[in-house]
T-cell receptor, first 113, second 115 residues
Framework: KAGVTQTPRYLIKTRGQQVTLSCSPI?????VSWYQQTPGQGLQFLFE???????NKGNFPGRFSGRQFSNSRSEMNVSTLELGDSALYLC????????????FGSGTRLTVV | AQSVTQLGSHVSVSEGALVLLRCNYS??????LFWYVQYPNQGLQLLLK??????LVKGINGFEAEFKKSETSFHLTKPSAHMSDAAEYFC?????????????FGKGTTLSVSS
């Protein structure tokens, strides 16, 4: 079955712009989580959505937001981009029982110039 | 609060040698523990998970890990390294057995394998 699909794979944006990243979870997975990966801070949790509701949020400024659609696809948005937002953004989906673990997509590499 | 410490940011082994990647966790409740592997320019792939069943967990690609509560450790091992094992490895913990709970990751260990 298809894995977690993230689009686009690469993005280059200018400071001050905004960006939207997309994630399509595995069919049947209703939970979608987002993580930011940087060399300095490592992997950090952004937020998690389930049935179109944000259930959990990490310690990121309000410039980072997300949403989930009725088909479980999710988007995250970053407004007023800063150089420090350059990172690999990873999306993960899981079934209701997380004992099966989380399946990650290949990520979107965002570069802010 | 939960946390994960991976000892050694870089481990080098020879092909055929034992692989040992260390992970210690801190958790106020019984944890769920995971090991993930990341190859260059790719996402994270689940190697194995501990979810309070057997303390010795076998994963994919010949990896296994042992949960030791007394040592708060969950070290990853493989008896014989292969060149294809070269990658970055992440240990992660989550305190709750339900979807949506954030994974808390260690800083990662880069494994190099030489011939």
């Amino acid at each position: 079955k298809a894995g977690v699909t993230q689009t686009p794979r690469y993005l280059i944006k200018t400071r001050g712009q905004q960006v939207t990243l997309s994630c399509s979870p595995i069919s049947g997975h209703r939970s979608v989580s987002w993580y930011q990966q940087t060399p300095g801070q490592g992997l950090q949790f952004l937020f998690e959505y389930f049935s179109e509701t944000q259930r959990n949020k990490g310690n990121f400024p309000g410039r980072f937001s997300g949403r989930q659609f009725s088909n479980s696809r999710s988007e995250m948005n970053v407004s007023t981009l800063e150089l420090g937002d350059s990172a690999l953004y990873l999306c993960a989906s899981s079934p209701p029982d997380s004992l099966h673990g989380y399946t990650f997509g290949s990520g979107t590499r965002l570069t802010v110039v | 609060a939960q946390s994960v410490t991976q000892l050694g940011s870089h481990v080098s082994v020879s092909e055929g040698a034992l692989v040992l990647l260390r992970c210690n966790y801190s958790s106020s409740v019984p944890p769920y523990l995971f090991w993930y592997v990341q190859y260059p320019n790719q996402g994270l792939q689940l190697l194995l998970k501990y979810t309070s069943a057997a303390t010795l967990v076998k994963g994919i690609n010949g990896f296994e890990a042992e949960f030791k509560k007394s040592e708060t450790s969950f070290h990853l091992t493989k008896p014989s390294a292969h060149m294809s094992d070269a990658a970055e490895y992440f240990c992660a913990v989550t305190p709750l057995p339900q979807a949506g709970t954030a994974l808390i990751f260690g800083k990662g260990t880069t494994l190099s394998v030489s011939s």
